[in-house]
């Protein structure tokens, strides 16, 4: 797979990534052990080098199932995890804690149960608004200079923070949802990322799984999965934004595709240091996503999505609202 660099750092990755909480957490059941360390092995063999999981998933069992399944495969990955919330010992959230001291507690932790001796990228998972970013971009940078982590990132932070969190530890990537069919980093964060030279992470970057194609308004989801409480998956919203999978799989058509093969070469073709992480727990699925890599969208074909995607208008909400008010954009 070819590979790209986040921004301008000397961190480079498979130009698509692994999200690896699908496994564990969020979207239904988690998968057996073996079988999820099958799948993130299968990635390695596939070309995929970049991983990303958290303490939250789970809580805690995706980061140590990822460390199980890179354990041998340690010197050819490149891992990222989070920070950012506060966790009983039993994986109860107590909301956003991102104090200095509580970050290099789930350093540590996270080290531990990751099997390494360093997190290559440490992002800050939702930005805490009793926490200056200066001293949360200072704590990582701490952490940096003890050798316990190699990069600093920023997941769903507004470009002002960026700005902040750069101007004391350089930040490497940022990571933020980014589809065809949620497209506001394209506002003021893309644009301050270019300016820094700073890499870009879309998470759920076929839009949570609508835009593959697979899911419409007769769809159920296990009770587990937390996008029974999304507005945007609610069967009226289905129903509406279908017009969205039907615009990919016009393009798809053309090009010997899947919907959401063409999802991903979008995302892809924005920028050159843009590195999207579908997550799947299946292998077929993830060959179909790698496929994404090796297809080349003209200007004509960016333009007619573009056109197309312009006058449609996506119905209900990307978030809850108790969680869309944990965002940055």
């Known amino acids: 797979m070819q590979k790209r660099k986040l921004g301008k750092s000397n961190i480079e990755v498979s130009a698509l990534g692994l999200g690896c909480m699908g496994l564990s957490h969020g979207l239904g059941p988690a998968v057996d052990e073996e079988v999820g360390i099958s799948l993130i092995r299968s990635a390695v063999e596939l070309g995929i080098t970049f991983f990303d999981t958290a303490e939250i998933y789970g809580p805690f069992t995706n980061e140590e199932l990822v460390g199980k399944a890179l354990a041998p495969l340690r010197e050819r990955v490149v891992i990222a995890t989070k920070f950012g919330f506060g966790l009983t010992a039993s994986g109860e959230r107590t909301g ?12 540590d932790a996270s ?7 360093t997190i290559d990228l440490f992002y800050q998972h939702r930005v805490d608004p009793n926490v200056p970013i200066e001293d949360v971009a200072g704590a990582v940078k701490d952490l940096i200079q003890a050798g316990k982590v190699k990069h600093f990132g920023l997941s769903e932070a507004g470009a002002k923070t960026v700005r902040r969190a750069h101007a004391v530890q350089r930040v490497t990537a940022v990571q933020s949802e980014y589809s065809l069919w949620w497209r506001a980093p394209e506002d003021e964060l893309l644009p301050t990322l270019e300016e820094l030279g700073i890499g870009f992470v879309p998470y759920a ?9 697979k899911i419409d308004e007769s769809t159920t989801f296990d009770k587990s999965d ?10 009226e919203a289905r129903k509406a934004n279908q017009v969205v999978v039907d615009l990919l799989a016009e393009v798809a058509r053309r090009k010997g595709a899947t919907p959401a093969q063409i999802a991903l070469a979008w995302l892809l073709a924005q920028k050159p240091w843009i590195v999207p992480i579908p997550g799947t727990t299946k292998v077929e699925r993830l060959k179909e996503n790698i496929g994404a890599a090796a297809i080349e ?3 004509q074909d960016l333009r007619e999505i573009d056109d197309a995607a312009s006058s ?8 809850p609202e108790h969680l869309e008010r944990m965002t940055g954009i």
């Open 297 to 299: 969208l003209t200007a």
């Open 312 to 319: 449609i208008k996506v119905q209900g909400a990307r978030y």
């Open 226 to 235: 937390f996008r029974n409480i999304v507005p945007r998956f609610s069967p």
């Open 205 to 213: 970057p076929l839009g949570k799984g609508f835009l593959t194609g």
């Open 96 to 107: 956003l804690d991102s104090r200095p001291e509580h970050i290099k507690e789930v350093a």
């Open 111 to 117: 080290l531990k149960r990751l099997n390494i001796e």
